[in-house]
């Protein structure tokens, strides 16, 4: 068990830095046996600090101390404190310059933050808190310098040196040896330093900036890869003139460059000029990328560049405002995918996620508010709530504001606070100050953990004409948070008349023009809405195009509901009725017995979306989606996962029978034989087409079998490949399975991010036991040391085959326990992350949560546990 308890960070004890450091001179001597790193900081007391002792504090993680200067001259130990994770001197002047030499490791460099080496390359993450991996300095995102940094290495191992910023010098030195100097003019936090050192081949291209500017785009990758970095590199160019257009951001350096990695704890890095993006993030072609991996590589370095505004010229005071670069800068991405696909797709995809795994976070112990208080390891706070929920909050700024005033807000946010570090509520200030709204209670957004929920009820008034909504709201407990005031809700909504007609909405005692939605807000309890006019009892549609992060009650019918999946003009709410219809028809098998009536205007409904050619194709292949075992978890109070698992398995089983003819029509129709095309419409047929063929295999249907051994055979792509692959190994053809998985290794076996489909495909299969999980970690390809790795095996099986995750005997928990105790001694941050499934023990039935509990204990009671894994195992167990 660890002994000293970690210590807890408060908001509420942020003080101003008692020193800025306006220069940083750094310059790294590369080895194969470690790296010597030589800084040199232009120091000065900071005027604004209260703290006038005289004391320098820095801070730093697993450094040996070689040298100590100050203004020049070596300090005796008796002259500062080498504390390990603190460098105190005691006595500085006001203004000095202090050189600080350090010796590190990045060979044995597990934990992938600070200097590592990954594929025998160098390279850093320093955000959060890894730039005290490389040398002691003031490791906070408000103290923001400019980088010199100079980098030597030998030449032939490593030929491309690079860091943040210019060029501006490079040469040969003895032993074949050679370094490169690089200057970065912005002021930064040292989160946002990077360096990288490799062997790597370079792509280029360039982009004209509005103002006419002629930008150096480089891509740097391992030579095996080089062909698989134009998609990237289009995103990247399809950024930045969306960047300019939207919200008149222009890219400030002259070179821009993007550098693959294999092993990386998260997606990508922001770092100023230099992001640093995990290969799985970054490479893609046709034969070896999915649809959903080339769609999320267009999001992620739309993010990463996008955050050279929302992040770097404008950057966090501390990292209790995370949610400050994080929240706008998924929004921002966010709103640029809508607008290069579908805008009603990727608001189902978001609202799924958001309403699958961040509702489940705001539900459970870890639940803290988008500006946290408090937290122990920041790196714990890379969630979904300041990201997911951060965005929604600044969705719903720009719903309240509506796209003008919200743009001047943001141009009053990068223009006021342009270099500077600051806080969520600069934000808000510059988006009220714009717009003159007051967004007083919107704040609550920042400041209370929970998801709010909503409950509607109605009454029509024949005689009147009238049609009320009483609206309610409460926002729940969250751990160290009772008693929480309401929130400001945008709530969008529309009435449809009998004949499926919107419409128009007239309130009583309101003068605004009659309009076919209204944004009401909600910021009391309580409200009640009266709509005049209306000559029948209308059905609502209600938070349209999920305009709050919210749970909304409504008894609705599944009549209705059936009414609105045709009718309703608002796409996403098209889909949502179809989802709730379809949770409804679950959660009633749940309990009922094996031979209870399926509701038959579910298979109607089915069947209308399979065999209506007119209907938006991209919708109908979300609409076909039964929601997740994840998402029917989250809904229920006490889940019954198996019970849940075999209503769902029934209810699909059910329709793919019933509609087979439907689907296989589908399956052709879709299967026309153009070239492979990343349009929307290409990538719904593709969906349809493989949505198609897993519920066909799913009932072990004969000629289904033959579809997907051929298409496998044939297909001139990865999305129909690993289509056909997914759908023979969730069949029961058993010996097909084995036959295309070996098939498909042996093709593939050399291509890192092939093997982590083929990897997930198996472990997320509820075909799949925890013995072939088992198996899989013997693999040859599966490797402790590569965060991918663990997370398409450990982390795809307990997130996604839930059925053997949650087995009746406990197993399933005892393994996930097994395996974080394992990687916690290597690497904390993605242990933390893997702990995740069992933290929400409290919500499962008496014995499953007895054993999810125990299993939290086992790890609880690990020697040396790291603060990552101690903060979330703690804070799950506690109360
Ligand atoms: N800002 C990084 C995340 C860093 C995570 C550190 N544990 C990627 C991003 O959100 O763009
Ligand atoms: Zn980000």
Redesign the pocket.
């Known amino acids: 068990m660890r002994t000293n308890q970690p210590q807890t960070v408060y908001l509420s004890e942020y003080r101003v830095p008692a020193y800025l450091v306006d220069h940083v001179d750094l310059r790294f001597e590369l080895f194969e046996e470690g790296a010597r790193v030589h800084s040199t900081l232009a120091v000065r007391r900071n005027p604004e600090s209260e703290d006038t002792s005289g004391r320098l504090e820095l801070d730093g993680d697993s450094l040996v101390l070689e040298g100590l200067q100050l203004d020049g001259r070596d300090l005796e130990p008796g002259q500062y404190e080498n504390q390990g994770d603190r460098l105190v001197i005691p006595e500085v002047p006001e203004q000095f310059g202090l050189t600080v030499v350090t010796w590190i490791e990045p060979q044995n460099n597990t934990r992938l933050?600070g200097l590592y080496k990954s594929s025998g390359m160098f390279c850093t993450?320093c955000?959060?808190e890894g730039f005290r991996c490389i040398t002691f300095f003031p490791d906070r995102p408000d103290v923001m310098a400019r980088f010199r940094t100079r980098i030597e290495a030998d030449r032939a191992g490593y030929p491309v040196l690079l860091s943040n910023g210019n060029d501006v010098e490079r040469g040969d030195l003895e032993g074949g040896r050679h370094f490169v100097t690089w200057e970065d003019p912005f002021p930064k936090p040292c989160y946002l330093f990077a360096l990288v050192a490799g062997d790597l081949v370079e792509k280029r291209d360039s982009f004209r900036t509005c103002t006419g500017r002629e930008i150096d785009l480089r891509m740097y990758v391992e030579p095996r890869n080089a062909d698989k970095c134009d998609h990237a590199m289009d995103s990247l160019k399809r950024s930045m003139r969306w960047d300019e257009d939207i919200y008149g951001r222009e890219y400030d350096l002259d070179i821009f460059m993007i550098v693959a990695v294999d092993d990386f704890?998260?997606?990508?890095?922001?770092n100023k000029g230099l992001n640093i993006f995990n290969s799985s993030c970054v490479l893609a072609s046709q034969d070896t990328a999915t649809d959903a991996t080339f769609q999320r590589i267009e999001a992620?370095v739309a993010?990463?560049y996008f955050?050279n505004w929302s992040?770097n010229r404008v950057t966090c005071r501390d990292w209790f405002q995370l949610s400050l670069?994080?929240g706008f800068?998924v929004f921002r991405d966010s709103r640029f995918s809508a607008d290069m696909g579908s805008t009603t797709v990727k608001r189902i995809e978001d609202v799924t996620l958001l309403r699958t795994a961040q509702f489940a976070e705001d539900g459970g112990p870890m639940a803290h508010p988008v500006r946290p208080s408090s937290y122990m390891e920041?790196?714990n706070f890379?969630t979904l709530t300041i990201?997911e929920k951060g965005a929604e909050v600044v969705r719903m700024i720009h719903t309240l504001l509506g796209p003008d005033l919200f743009r001047k807000g943001s141009d009053l946010y990068f223009e006021r606070h342009d270099g500077q570090a600051v806080t969520t509520d600069d934000f808000v200030k510059a988006m009220e100050d714009a717009s003159g709204r007051d967004l007083t209670r919107f704040r609550r957004w920042y400041e209370q953990a929970g998801t709010p929920v909503v409950t509607v009820r109605d009454e029509y008034d024949e005689a009147r004409q009238v049609y009320r909504l009483d609206i309610h709201q409460t926002v729940p407990d969250t751990p160290g948070q009772t008693g929480k005031q309401p929130q400001h809700i945008p709530f969008a909504l529309g009435l449809l008349g009998a004949d499926g007609q919107p419409l128009a909405l007239k309130l009583v005692g309101d003068d605004a023009p009659p309009a076919e939605q209204r944004v009401l807000e909600l910021t009391e309890a309580s409200h009640s809405f009266e709509f005049e006019g209306v000559a029948a009892r209308p059905v609502p549609s209600l938070l349209r195009d999920f305009s709050a992060p919210v749970r909304v009650d409504y008894p609705w019918t599944r009549e209705q509901l059936l009414f609105l999946m045709s009718h309703d003009p608002d796409g996403f709410n098209r889909w949502d009725a179809g989802q709730r219809l379809a949770v409804d028809v679950i959660e009633s098998l749940v309990d009922a017995g094996e031979d209870a009536e399926i509701e038959p205007r579910l298979v109607s409904a089915y069947r209308h979306l399979l065999t209506d050619e007119g209907l938006d194709q991209a919708l109908v292949a979300k609409m076909l989606q039964l929601p997740s075992e994840a998402y029917l978890i989250e809904l229920a109070a006490a889940p019954r996962v198996q019970q849940i698992y075999r209503a769902r398995t029934r209810v699909m089983n059910h329709l793919a029978a019933a509609l087979r003819e439907e689907l296989l029509a589908c399956y052709h129709r879709n299967n026309g034989g153009a070239e492979y095309r990343l349009t929307s419409d290409d990538i719904a047929r593709r969906t349809l087409r493989n949505t198609a063929l897993g519920w066909l295999l799913e009932i072990g249907d004969a000629e289904g079998r033959v579809l997907a051994l051929r298409q496998f055979r044939e297909a001139d792509n990865m999305t129909d490949r690993l289509g056909a692959l997914r759908a023979l190994v969730n069949s029961d053809y058993h010996e097909d399975r084995e036959q295309v998985l070996d098939a498909f290794y042996q093709r593939w076996q050399d291509d890192p991010q092939v093997v982590e489909l083929w990897f997930s495909v198996q472990s997320g299969s509820t075909r799949g036991s925890l013995e072939q999980v088992r198996a899989l970690m013997e693999h040859a390809a599966f490797d402790w040391k590569n965060p991918n790795k663990v997370r398409s095996v450990i982390g795809v099986f307990a997130g996604q085959n839930l059925a053997a995750f949650h087995a009746e005997d406990g197993s399933g928990y005892r393994f996930l326990a097994e395996q974080v105790r394992h990687l916690d001694a290597s690497n904390p941050?993605i242990a933390a992350r893997l702990v995740t499934p069992l933290t929400r023990w409290r919500k499962f039935a008496s014995v499953h949560g007895e054993q999810m509990k125990a299993a939290l204990e086992t790890i609880r009671d690990r020697e040396g546990l790291s603060k990552d894994v101690y903060e979330v195992v703690h804070k799950s167990l506690a109360g």
């Open positions: 933050e993450q955000e959060a704890n998260m997606g990508a890095m922001e992620i993010h990463e955050h992040g670069k994080e800068t920041i790196s890379y990201y941050q």
